[in-house]
């Protein structure tokens, strides 16, 4: 961990923290559009998707999630690197202002009182390079496909595996401090992540991580339509902030 030296610093979670959706699987659909995966994988993720939609069960997301990974690592394989950057555009450009006011906000603040913004993302690295250089973050980790004569190999690194020493890797790297440290994330692989900030913040969490998060007295956000709730805890209850 790093020394009180230095400047202090930001880390968000990208999908579905700053991005309304998530890129992964807008990037999936991209390939599924364009005829890079077979049908009969289409149809699964969409069958998945609407089990999750219609809340039949807590692990629906996970499922669906699941079957889009198997998908969109299959289509790889098939992709040389320029088709795959030029389906990154396309999804960049679609989703690149989709973000939630909150953390958009939040971002804006932060880099007027010199903060370094972090992203560490399970998205694959091309499209997050995009996002993260579009609104001004300083560095960052993603998943990253392996390539070969500019084609994919299989084999992958999943910097957010391990969100806590993904961060520590670029606290080290830019000597930050961890002093007044925010962190932003809302599912329970940012839980590591969050757990080593100064000032945690969990945002629209899952339930998994909101448990967590009120059992250990963080702050909570929830932005719904044109409305924002900050929750903090007080004397041993929630109230808004």
């Not at 692989?189 to 967590?212: C, G, Q, T, W, Y």
Request: aromatic share 12%; hydrophobic share 40%.
């Amino acid at each position: 961990m790093a020394k009180d030296t230095g400047r202090p610093f930001a880390v968000f979670d990208i999908d579905g923290t700053l991005i309304r959706w998530q890129l992964y699987h807008a990037v999936a659909d991209e390939l599924a559009k364009q005829g890079y995966t077979t049908p009969k994988t289409y149809q699964a993720m969409r069958e998945a998707r609407m089990t999750w939609k219609r809340r039949t069960d807590d692990n629906a997301f996970k499922d669906y999630e699941a079957k889009v990974i198997v998908a969109y690592e299959k289509a790889l394989l098939n992709l040389t690197l320029d088709q795959l950057i030029k389906i990154a555009d396309k999804v960049f450009d679609e989703y690149k202002e989709q973000v939630y006011i909150y953390t958009r906000n939040l971002i804006a603040e932060l880099k007027a009182k010199n903060y370094m913004l972090l992203a560490i993302s399970g998205s694959q690295s091309e499209i997050v390079e995009k996002v993260v250089n579009y609104w001004g973050f300083d560095d960052y980790l993603a998943t990253v496909y392996a390539q070969e004569d500019a084609r994919f190999t299989g084999q992958k690194i999943v910097h957010s595996d391990d969100k806590k020493s993904a961060l520590n890797k670029m606290v080290t790297k830019h000597n930050l401090n961890f002093k007044g440290s925010i962190g932003v994330g809302d599912t329970r692989s940012d839980i590591p992540m969050l757990e080593i900030v100064e000032r945690p913040i969990a945002f629209n969490p899952e339930k998994e991580l909101f448990a967590h998060a009120k059992s250990k007295g963080w702050k909570i956000v929830i932005e719904r339509k044109n409305m924002i709730y900050e929750l903090e805890k007080l004397n041993g209850r929630y109230q808004l902030a």
